[in-house]
Protein backbone atom coordinates (compact mmCIF):
# COMPACT_ATOMS: atom_id res chain seq x y z
CA UNK A 1 0.00 0.00 0.00
CA UNK A 2 2.49 2.46 1.27
CA UNK A 3 6.53 1.40 1.01
CA UNK A 4 9.39 3.63 2.02
CA UNK A 5 12.65 2.59 0.72
CA UNK A 6 16.17 4.16 2.11
CA UNK A 7 19.48 4.72 -0.09
CA UNK A 8 22.80 5.68 0.72
CA UNK A 9 24.30 4.01 3.35
CA UNK A 10 27.95 2.40 3.33
CA UNK A 11 31.23 2.35 4.80
CA UNK A 12 32.73 6.13 5.64
CA UNK A 13 35.60 7.20 7.71
CA UNK A 14 35.40 9.76 10.42
CA UNK A 15 35.37 13.16 9.11
CA UNK A 16 33.64 12.22 6.04
CA UNK A 17 30.41 12.57 4.61
CA UNK A 18 27.30 10.64 3.59
CA UNK A 19 24.05 11.19 2.64
CA UNK A 20 20.74 9.26 2.79
CA UNK A 21 17.81 9.52 0.89
CA UNK A 22 14.63 8.10 1.88
CA UNK A 23 11.44 7.56 -0.99
CA UNK A 24 8.08 6.85 -0.35
CA UNK A 25 5.51 5.41 -2.51
CA UNK A 26 2.04 4.33 -3.17
CA UNK A 27 -1.56 5.34 -1.99
CA UNK A 28 -0.19 8.33 -0.39
CA UNK A 29 -2.98 11.25 0.37
CA UNK A 30 -0.60 12.99 2.21
CA UNK A 31 2.43 12.96 4.62
CA UNK A 32 3.05 14.68 7.76
CA UNK A 33 6.10 14.26 9.66
CA UNK A 34 9.26 12.29 7.50
CA UNK A 35 12.32 11.85 9.85
CA UNK A 36 15.22 9.33 10.24
CA UNK A 37 16.03 7.34 13.31
CA UNK A 38 19.18 5.34 14.06
CA UNK A 39 20.05 1.91 15.78
CA UNK A 40 23.27 0.78 16.53
CA UNK A 41 24.26 -2.49 17.21
CA UNK A 42 23.09 -3.29 21.62
CA UNK A 43 21.17 -0.23 21.68
CA UNK A 44 17.67 1.07 21.37
CA UNK A 45 16.51 2.54 18.16
CA UNK A 46 17.21 6.58 18.57
CA UNK A 47 15.53 9.67 16.84
CA UNK A 48 17.80 11.83 15.09
CA UNK A 49 15.78 14.12 12.89
CA UNK A 50 12.70 15.34 11.99
CA UNK A 51 11.32 17.57 8.78
CA UNK A 52 7.76 18.39 8.69
CA UNK A 53 5.23 19.29 6.03
CA UNK A 54 5.40 23.45 7.10
CA UNK A 55 9.64 23.14 6.04
CA UNK A 56 10.67 23.24 9.67
CA UNK A 57 12.85 21.21 10.93
CA UNK A 58 14.52 19.23 14.24
CA UNK A 59 17.58 17.59 15.65
CA UNK A 60 18.79 15.71 18.60
CA UNK A 61 21.55 17.25 20.26
CA UNK A 62 24.34 14.80 19.37
CA UNK A 63 23.79 15.28 15.56
CA UNK A 64 22.95 20.01 15.38
CA UNK A 65 25.38 21.37 13.26
CA UNK A 66 26.56 18.34 11.48
CA UNK A 67 23.22 16.96 9.59
CA UNK A 68 20.81 18.33 8.06
CA UNK A 69 17.50 16.89 7.14
CA UNK A 70 15.66 17.97 3.87
CA UNK A 71 12.08 17.09 2.51
CA UNK A 72 11.38 17.25 -1.30
CA UNK A 73 7.05 17.41 -1.01
CA UNK A 74 6.68 16.60 -4.83
CA UNK A 75 8.51 13.70 -4.78
CA UNK A 76 7.41 12.66 -1.57
CA UNK A 77 11.41 11.85 -0.27
CA UNK A 78 13.28 13.02 2.10
CA UNK A 79 17.16 13.44 2.63
CA UNK A 80 19.82 13.35 5.52
CA UNK A 81 22.63 15.20 4.22
CA UNK A 82 25.91 14.14 7.19
CA UNK A 83 28.81 16.08 7.44
CA UNK A 84 31.69 15.62 10.51
CA UNK A 85 30.71 12.01 11.10
CA UNK A 86 32.14 9.85 13.92
CA UNK A 87 32.27 6.38 14.99
CA UNK A 88 29.01 6.90 17.45
CA UNK A 89 27.33 7.63 14.14
CA UNK A 90 27.48 3.96 13.00
CA UNK A 91 24.02 2.47 12.84
CA UNK A 92 21.30 1.24 11.24
CA UNK A 93 19.29 4.67 9.86
CA UNK A 94 15.81 4.12 8.97
CA UNK A 95 13.21 6.36 7.70
CA UNK A 96 9.98 6.64 9.08
CA UNK A 97 6.80 8.79 7.84
CA UNK A 98 3.40 9.70 9.23
CA UNK A 99 1.02 9.52 5.91
CA UNK A 100 -2.56 9.94 5.46
CA UNK A 101 -3.26 6.95 3.48
CA UNK A 102 -6.06 7.52 0.26
CA UNK A 103 -9.33 6.68 0.95
CA UNK A 104 -9.28 6.53 4.69
CA UNK A 105 -10.31 9.71 6.00
CA UNK A 106 -7.63 11.67 8.21
CA UNK A 107 -6.12 9.07 9.73
CA UNK A 108 -2.47 9.33 10.02
CA UNK A 109 -0.28 5.52 9.97
CA UNK A 110 2.68 5.06 10.72
CA UNK A 111 5.46 3.80 7.82
CA UNK A 112 9.26 2.67 7.96
CA UNK A 113 11.88 1.15 5.75
CA UNK A 114 14.06 -1.59 5.78
CA UNK A 115 16.88 0.75 6.85
CA UNK A 116 20.54 1.38 5.96
CA UNK A 117 23.66 0.82 7.13
CA UNK A 118 26.40 3.71 8.21
CA UNK A 119 29.29 2.38 9.43
CA UNK A 120 31.91 5.03 10.42
CA UNK A 121 35.60 3.91 10.32
CA UNK A 122 38.13 5.73 13.20
Known amino acids: QVQLVESGGGLVQAGGSQRLSCAAS????????MDWYRQAPGKQREWVAAAFTSGSTTYVNSVKGRFTISRDNAKNSVYLQMNDLKPEDTGLYFCHAQIIVLNEGSRTRDFWGPGTQVTVSS
Open 26 to 33: GSIFHINV
